[in-house]
């Protein structure tokens, strides 16, 4: 149990333009989900806390409208890289819990190559 | 943003022998995760701690959620060559209403066989 699939894998696009990253709670539901960047050889960064049904919260120094989170279901939340960067590529990874006190479960993550 | 200590930073040890690696904060959390991290692929859940003091298992691996809940260490025993990777501790914080995790510094293992 407790699967997260995330999709797609890895994605390369042209600067300029936009993509979207899916994330899916496969066996239960979400109430909230988070997405992290991660650099080589780094830790996972917290960019955005999304509960269902309502506003992401962004860490601070996270462009909100650069990306966009859409949390539209239990098992369901998207991020949206817009106007795309050589410098936004990066692993991006979601991940998925069903409250307080729980823990939280992983996506495979994407990787985006932005050329 | 926000991450937990992590040490050491790196370790190479011989396969077989005993890893321990521990999680420091100046904050106090009500839970503590940790994860492991092949390349190229998302952290999978190893451990959950959930109240201070407590000490778990899950086969080789034995972790404890420090006393003063601002630490937490995970040990393994009789380390194989599948165990490299990068193993990461998470903290739950509670702001605003809300919850998040926050990711440690990373302990990246190697075995040598």
């Known amino acids: 149990g407790a699967v997260v699939s995330q999709h797609p894998s890895w994605v390369i696009c042209k600067s300029g333009t936009s993509v979207k990253i899916e994330c899916r709670s496969l066996?239960?539901?979400?109430?909230?989900m988070f997405w992290y960047r991660q650099f080589p050889k780094q830790s996972l960064m917290l960019m955005a806390t999304s509960n269902e049904g309502s506003k992401a919260t962004y860490e601070q120094g996270v462009e909100k409208d650069k990306f966009l989170i859409n949390h539209a279901s239990l098992t369901l939340s998207t991020l949206t890289v817009t106007s795309a960067h050589p410098e936004d590529s990066s692993f991006y990874i979601c991940s998925a819990s069903t409250g307080k006190y729980t823990e939280a479960f992983f996506g495979q993550g994407t990787r985006l190559t932005v050329v | 943003g926000q991450q937990l200590n992590q040490s050491p930073q790196s370790m190479f040890i011989q396969e077989g022998e005993d890893v321990s690696m521990n999680c420091t904060s100046s904050?106090?959390?009500?839970?503590w995760l940790w994860y492991k991290q092949d390349p190229g692929e998302g952290p999978v859940l190893l451990i959950a701690?959930?109240?201070?003091?407590e000490l778990t298992s899950n086969g080789r691996l034995t972790a404890q959620f420090g006393i003063t809940r601002k630490d937490s260490f995970l040990n393994i025993s009789a380390s194989i060559p599948s165990d490299v990777g990068i193993y990461f501790c998470?903290?739950?914080?509670?702001?605003?209403?809300?919850?998040?995790?926050?990711f440690g510094t990373g302990t990246r293992l190697k075995v040598l066989a």
């Open positions: 904050s106090i959390f009500n839970t």
């Open positions: 701690l959930y109240k201070a003091g």
């Open positions: 066996d239960f539901q979400a109430t909230t």
């Open positions: 998470a903290g739950q914080l509670f702001p605003s209403g809300t919850y998040k995790y926050i």
